[in-house]
């Protein structure tokens, strides 16, 4: 009886990881056609092309924009670390007329 449960298993297991195997095997070779198809299709490139142009302009616009925010906030930071120094500054003066020791 155990050997008939152990054979079983064995036979899912085997069952199961070809039926993985086939699966993946097919959808790979699906999307490896279908693209091959739509690369070759001259109405499917032209539109792709049309649609490209418009996203590489569209991310353009969007990195100029991202590096002017970029820009603002590194000057953001230089003044805020500026007035950092001047505090510590301040509060080191006041400490050495105050006559305390750090």
């Known amino acids: 009886m155990i050997l008939y449960f152990i054979t ?31 690369i070759r299709s001259p109405v ?8 490209r142009e418009e996203l590489v302009e569209m991310l353009l616009n969007k990195n100029a924009i991202q590096r002017t ?3 603002l906030l590194a000057d ?3 003044v805020i670390e500026d007035f950092i120094a001047r505090q510590k500054e301040r509060t080191n003066d006041e400490t ?5 020791s750090e």
């Open 8 to 38: 079983q298993i064995a036979l899912d297991i085997v069952y199961g990881g070809t039926w993985w195997a086939m699966k993946k095997t097919t959808d790979g070779v699906y999307y490896v056609l279908s693209n091959v198809i739509s």
């Open 44 to 51: 499917n490139t032209l539109k792709d092309s049309t649609l």
């Open 69 to 71: 925010e970029i820009r």
């Open 76 to 78: 953001k930071i230089v």
């Open 96 to 100: 050495i007329e105050n006559g305390e």
